[in-house]
Nanobody
Framework: QVQLVESGGGLVQAGGSLRLSCAAS????????MGWFRQAPGKEREFVSA????????YYANSAKGRFTISRDNAKNTVYLQMNSLKPEDTAVYYC???????????????WGQGTQVTVSS
């Protein structure tokens, strides 16, 4: 069992930045790939970014490329999502999740956090 707790969300103006954190319980954090997903009101949850177990590889949705950076600190059992140049369309609840595979597919992620709200005003 893995427990994930996201933090760092909030209200920011367009063009601003936020850094989301996701703290994981347990001693096996480094054995999981990690992902960030988001769900906007009235929309389905969508992939944002993923990072491999060792943090060497990362993948981004087109909407996040060039603006978001995913990273992880396995010593702290934490994954981060640095979000720059935020846009109103980035407004959503952001979730982190664990997977045994480095994947962009939501169904491959077994454990999920409760989410953190990001609101970008225009």
């Amino acid at each position: 069992q893995v427990q994930l707790v996201e933090s760092g969300g909030g209200l920011v103006q367009a063009g601003g930045s936020l850094r989301l954190s996701c703290a994981a319980s347990g001693r096996t954090f480094s054995s999981y790939a990690m992902g960030w997903f988001r769900q906007a009101p009235g929309k389905e949850r969508e992939f944002v970014s993923a990072i491999s177990r060792g943090g060497v590889s990362a993948y981004y949705a087109n909407s996040a490329k060039g603006r978001f950076t995913i990273s992880r600190d396995n010593a702290k059992n934490t994954v981060y999502l640095q979000m720059n140049s935020l846009k109103p369309e980035d407004t959503a609840v952001y979730y982190c999740a664990t997977s045994s595979r480095y994947s962009i597919n939501e169904y491959e992620y077994a454990y999920w956090g409760q989410g953190t709200q990001v609101t970008v005003s225009s």
